[in-house]
């Protein structure tokens, strides 16, 4: 396949998510020289915005699909889908490019896959749909409405079930047109060696608008940025990492200080433990902990970049019982666990079709050993923050409720009470909750405990 192709290039990332048990950031990060290298940035912009656009509003495509189609959509093979997705996609949200070139080209990448008997219903199907004037009706909200939500908004029907249930139609609906929208590249100052008011000054001509964060005093939100992040002004520099204001906030809420010594427990790809880092002023001891070594490396990578030395990263399982990370323990320790991840569906829309139903509880009791072996690593007197990127009752309440029932020794150190803690209100039980609609954030849940 010819990857200088947009279209192909698109495709192909959307076919491997339907053939893999990956994420989009995996496959995109995976692929990105095979893919983007030999494309002109314009060409990069249209294959993200396809890739993207389709995942963000696949439920809504496939209603327009088979209104148009003669076999159900789930009797169509995953890659015809596909094309046919991205050729509906042109035409309900690309006014820039022509309903023919949307056809045409979308034929073509179907006469790769398919006989001609698919290519001449791949070509009829999109005629169809390019001819007709009239726009296709959803479900009818009085009679369901959850499904007619479901597909107007592009959400699973079980989720828009759930958030109904807990929230209402009407704002679950604003939750959901929210999480819809393209988000802002949301990046934290790097204290260590700027100011932020100093890159704010220095990323201006690089986006439409880059503006301080509302709640975290380290971030910059930037809309229509003109070049990947990696080409930004400042980034060789090690002047910022990426990360969204809600994760910013996790770290301000743990509020690590210079010479203490802090476990990463979960630590990824290492935002946040770049982020203790720099509240630490690069001084005492970090042990950045994950059960992949994989990113354990490109945590190191970024430590660099971010002229960050305190930084030890170790490959444990910390599920397991006796993980040796230190004898003598922490004073603070990160818990950012592995999630639903329903919470940051704006920038990664394929969550909206890998999460389920039946995912909820067991990442409450993967979580819950998570949380109880770290706090065994806590010292007496020391804070132990939990967080995730959900909203969902068993990720957040559940998970911290139970821990404090069973913790004796533990109890909730509320959010607010202190002077460094982030200007934002928490709720009554003492956790921080962040919802996209009313924050403009990601979907967050942070608890902080404190070791008696």
């Known amino acids: 396949m010819n990857f200088t192709d947009p279209r192909k290039a698109a495709l192909f990332v959307l076919n491997e998510l339907a053939r893999r048990n990956s994420n989009l950031d995996r496959i995109l990060d995976e692929q990105a020289n095979r893919l983007f290298s030999q494309m002109p940035r314009r060409d990069r912009a249209l294959a993200n915005a396809l890739v993207y656009g389709v995942l963000r509003w696949r439920a809504n495509l496939d209603w327009h699909i088979a209104s148009f189609a003669s076999r159900p959509v789930n009797r169509i093979k995953?890659?015809?889908?596909?094309?046919?997705?991205?050729g509906v996609f042109q035409m309900m949200f690309m006014s820039r490019i022509p309903q023919s070139a949307a056809v045409n080209t979308s034929v073509e990448m179907a006469k790769e896959f398919a006989p001609g008997p698919v290519v001449r219903f791949v070509n009829g199907l999109l005629r169809n749909a390019a001819r007709s004037r009239q726009a296709v009706s959803g479900p009818d909200p009085e009679k369901d409405p959850v499904k007619a939500l479901a597909?107007?908004?592009?959400?699973?029907?079980?989720?828009?079930?759930?958030?109904?249930?807990?929230?209402?139609?009407?704002?679950?609906?604003?939750?959901?047109?929210?999480?819809?929208?393209?988000?802002?590249?949301?990046?934290?100052?790097?204290?260590?060696?700027?100011?932020?008011?100093?890159?704010?000054?220095?990323?201006?001509?690089?986006?439409?608008?880059?503006?301080?964060?509302?709640?975290?005093?380290?971030?910059?939100?930037?809309?229509?940025?003109?070049?990947?992040?990696?080409q930004l002004t400042g980034f060789e520099e090690g002047l910022f990492q990426v990360q969204d204001e809600a994760a910013q906030l996790a770290g301000l809420v743990l509020a690590p200080q210079p010479a203490e010594s802090v476990l990463d427990a979960c630590a990824g790809l290492g935002g946040k433990t770049g982020h203790l880092a720099q509240c630490m002023e690069n001084q005492g001891r970090l042990v950045a902990v994950d059960s992949e070594k994989a990113k354990l490396c490109i945590l190191d990578s970024e430590m660099k970049r971010l002229g960050i030395t305190i930084v030890e990263t170790r490959c444990l399982d910390m599920e397991t019982p006796g993980s040796d990370t230190d004898p003598e323990g922490f004073e603070r320790i990160m818990v950012d666990a592995p999630c639903s991840g329903l919470g940051v569906i704006r920038?990664?829309?394929?969550?909206?079709?890998?999460?389920?139903?039946?995912?909820?509880?067991?990442?409450?009791?993967?979580?819950?050993?998570?949380?109880?072996?770290?706090?065994?690593?806590?010292?007496?007197?020391?804070?132990?923050?939990?967080?995730?990127?959900s909203m969902e009752p068993e990720e957040t309440d559940s998970v911290a409720d139970g821990f404090c029932e069973k913790s004796k020794e533990f109890e909730i150190d509320p959010i607010g009470s202190r002077p460094e803690d982030p200007r934002i209100g928490a709720d009554e039980k003492g956790y921080l909750r962040l919802f996209p609609h009313l924050h403009g954030t990601d979907g967050f849940f942070v608890a902080r405990f404190k070791r008696k």
């Open 78 to 86: 995953p890659e015809i889908l596909n094309i046919l997705r991205i």
């Open 151 to 230: 597909v107007d908004q592009s959400f699973p029907q079980w989720l828009v079930k759930r958030w109904k249930n807990r929230f209402g139609i009407g704002e679950t609906r604003l939750l959901c047109e929210y999480l819809n929208e393209i988000p802002p590249v949301t990046i934290r100052t790097n204290t260590l060696k700027t100011t932020r008011d100093s890159l704010v000054e220095k990323l201006s001509a690089s986006a439409d608008s880059a503006e301080k964060t509302a709640y975290s005093r380290h971030g910059i939100a930037m809309h229509g940025i003109t070049s990947p992040v990696d």
């Open 347 to 389: 920038r990664n829309p394929d969550i909206k079709w890998s999460a389920h139903k039946r995912d909820m509880d067991r990442h409450s009791l993967r979580q819950t050993r998570i949380l109880a072996v770290a706090a065994g690593h806590l010292k007496p007197g020391g804070t132990l923050v939990y967080a995730v990127c």
